[in-house]
């Protein structure tokens, strides 16, 4: 992994084809949420398909707690279809068939010349792709549990949010004046809070 790709860093802002063939930027695909961003093998092996089913599941909390989930695998657009469909998957699934990101963040796994795969990772991301925490899966056990990931996005959604502690008399002073543009979804259009459709 390259040196500058740490906690408190930017993630890179690629863009790339989705299950779909459309190009997205990871920066419109997050919005103002948590993003949880998997980057995987691919169709073929047994780890990743184990952790998309379990992220299947989670995926429904991750709707109610507006946060947001995407996967890019070097697959080509019938394999990462076929990838997302075969385990239920419903949220994006970005192809980089000419592995920009492997190089890039050099994260090329060596050990699998036969696929030439991206060394799969999970990384959680603040709004604004801020890297708040980094899991290395090239062994299964390195991934993260879907708890572990609920603790991230727990930690990352009481910094971010303003309403997280409603409570307090500053916000509910904020909400009898009227001021509701630190509560969400408040102030904000449909497609900021949900994000793009599937």
């Known amino acids: 992994m390259r040196a500058d790709i740490v906690p408190g860093a930017v993630f ?40 998309l089913h379990d992220l ?12 947001r989930l995407v996967t890019i695998t070097t697959d080509t657009l019938l394999e990462i279809n076929e990838l997302r469909g075969g385990v239920g998957a419903h949220w994006t699934f970005l192809h980089d068939t000419k592995r920009v990101m492997q190089k890039d963040l050099d994260i090329v796994e060596y050990t699998d010349p036969m696929h030439d795969p991206m060394i799969p990772h999970t990384f959680v991301l603040k709004p604004g792709l801020v890297i708040h925490k980094i899991y290395e899966g090239y062994w299964f056990w390195g991934r993260p ?25 500053e916000m509910r002073a904020a909400w009898d004046s009227g001021d509701k543009a630190r509560f969400w979804p408040y102030g904000r259009t449909l497609s900021q809070v949900f994000g793009e459709e599937d």
């Open 12 to 51: 890179p802002d690629y863009e790339l084809p989705d299950h779909r063939n459309r190009r997205h930027l990871l920066s419109d695909l997050q919005g103002d949420d948590p993003l949880i961003l998997t980057l995987l093998r691919g169709h073929f092996c047994p780890k990743d398909r184990h952790q």
């Open 56 to 67: 299947v599941e989670f995926c429904k909390k991750l709707d109610v707690g507006y946060a």
């Open 145 to 169: 549990t879907t708890h572990e990931l609920h603790v991230d996005l727990r930690e990352v959604t009481a910094e971010i949010r303003p309403d997280w502690k409603i409570d307090t008399p």
